[in-house]
């Protein structure tokens, strides 16, 4: 495994920004401006260049097919810079790998630093782009060799179906790809349960998350097909794992795929792993789209309690928790969408503008 495994803290390094490129998302909105500029800058629209002349003095043109879609599932493309070094991580690969490969040529995005490639959990909506978009990190960076193949970092335990009891009858999602379907697409798969430093430590991946909270109980109902030919129960999702960095002078900046942990869970380990730093901001799936007004309430108190500055929820967040954020820690919502792409800066780095 690249960097180095410890059981508790680690020694992450600390960089200047962190650009996040959400490739796919549930929702879009590219009109409404980021609300904080000077703390998060939010990009969404591409413009053309439209020929001299061709419509008298207008310069520029705004085609729909520039503009992601969404899709029910979740791929971030991180790129955390220190100095006049960079690292490219892409945090999952949303549900299908069309969608994967339409919003990557609608947002222009480079593909060709991907160094590292993170499933947070085994859930088709995370997993099934990752084929194609691995083939794309290669095809993209074929002119560099020298960087090898992208590392496609997975839990070890790949159920063969995962799904849910949906009462009367078994609700199966479609399959994960394998680790040979993976390998195939041209990855060097690492299977690592552990917690593991990454990339020279710019990210850590964490192990699986210790459930701490009464209201966290993971996925109701969820079930995994074994190899005796069985559906059993299945709700921890054990394998989850997020990824974190830390933003100097900030804090950390936590990316979660789907928080079957819990959002708090995963906030209150990344911040025992983290090395002493705070919280700064959580990015990605809260999972709180199907929880009760009482999970709500007890996941906005316990966020609260850790004091993140910034929170990007969504994926499976659902438009109730955001409606919440807004509410009860106004100036902390910055709703994460399909096609935007968003910029945090540290301390002292100019004021958080890509
Ligand atoms: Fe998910």
Redesign the pocket.
């Known amino acids: 495994m690249e960097g180095s495994a410890m059981a508790d803290r680690h020694a992450l390094k600390e960089i200047d920004s962190v650009t996040i490129q959400v490739l796919v998302d549930n929702e879009l909105d590219p009109i409404t401006k980021s609300q904080n500029p000077a703390v998060v800058d939010a990009t969404s629209f591409r413009l053309r260049e439209l020929p001299a002349g061709e419509r008298g003095p207008a310069a520029m043109e705004m085609r729909m097919e520039d503009i992601c879609c969404g899709a029910?599932?979740?791929s971030l493309l991180i790129t955390a810079s220190a100095g006049d070094a960079s690292h490219t991580l892409l945090f999952d690969a949303g549900p299908e790998e069309d969608v994967f490969e339409k919003n990557v040529a609608r947002s222009r995005a480079d593909l060709s630093t991907v160094e590292h490639v993170h499933l947070s959990h085994w859930?088709r909506?995370?997993s099934g782009g990752l084929p194609r978009a691995l083939r794309m990190i290669n095809a993209a960076r074929k002119a560099d060799s020298a960087l090898g193949k992208p590392v496609m970092d997975v839990h070890p335990d790949r159920p063969i179906y995962r799904g849910f009891n949906a009462g009367p009858f078994v609700a199966s999602l479609e399959a994960d790809p394998t680790f040979e379907e993976l390998e195939g697409a041209g990855a060097r798969v690492v299977r690592e349960g552990g917690t593991h430093g990454v990339l020279e430590d710019t990210f850590l991946v964490s192990g699986e998350v210790p459930r701490n909270t009464a209201y966290e109980v993971g996925f109701p109902r969820g079930m995994r097909f074994t190899a005796e030919g069985v559906w059993v129960p299945d709700e921890l999702i054990r394998d989850e794992r997020f990824v974190v960095c830390k933003l100097r002078g900030k804090g950390l900046v936590v990316f979660a795929?789907?928080s079957h942990p819990g959002i708090v869970n995963i906030c209150q380990h990344a911040l025992a792993i983290g090395g002493g730093a705070p919280l700064y901001a959580v990015v990605g799936?809260f999972?709180l789209a199907d929880g009760d007004a009482a999970k709500l309430e007890a996941s906005i108190q316990g966020l609260q309690a850790l004091k993140p500055k910034i929170l990007m929820p969504g994926?499976?967040t659902g438009w109730r928790f955001k409606f919440k954020i807004e509410q009860e820690m106004p100036g902390a919502l910055v709703p994460c969408f399909s096609g935007t792409r968003y910029t945090l800066s540290g301390e002292g780095v100019g004021e958080g503008v890509a």
């Open positions: 029910h599932g979740l859930h909506d995370h795929g789907c799936g999972h994926h499976c």
